[in-house]
Nanobody
Framework: QVQFVESGGGLVQAGGSLRLSCTSS?????IGWYRQAPGKERELVAR???????NYADSVKDRFTISRDNTKNLVYLQMNSLKPEDTAVYYC?????????WGQGTQVTVSS
């Protein structure tokens, strides 16, 4: 059973920045950052291959940056120019995700 642990969330004003971290007990693999806002379905925000290729949802393109350190098996999500609509619980998981691997997530709240 692979475990994902997310950290780095918090309360920030609109226009601010946060850096999320994701650690995994599994081997290095393609990873996605996902988020779920209240009343909405979980959505993919960004993904990164083992080699570092990245893709972003249109809503976060040019504001968020996903990166990884394979030596530490860590994946990061740098979030800049945050907006109130970025408020959600953020999760990391494999990409494509495996439903049994969801962690607790980390709450990001952006105030206007």
């Amino acid at each position: 059973q692979v475990q994902f642990v997310e950290s780095g969330g918090g309360l920030v004003q609109a226009g601010g920045s946060l850096r999320l971290s994701c650690t995994s007990s599994g081997k290095v693999a393609p990873i996605g950052w996902y988020r779920q806002a209240p009343g909405k379905e979980r959505e993919l925000v960004a993904r990164i291959s083992t080699g570092g290729s990245t893709n972003y949802a249109d809503s976060v393109k040019d504001r968020f940056t996903i990166s990884r350190d394979n030596t530490k098996n860590l994946v990061y999500l740098q979030m800049n120019s945050l907006k109130p609509e970025d408020t959600a619980v953020y999760y990391c998981n494999l990409h494509p995700y495996f439903k049994n691997y969801w962690g607790q997530g980390t709450q990001v709240t952006v105030s206007s």
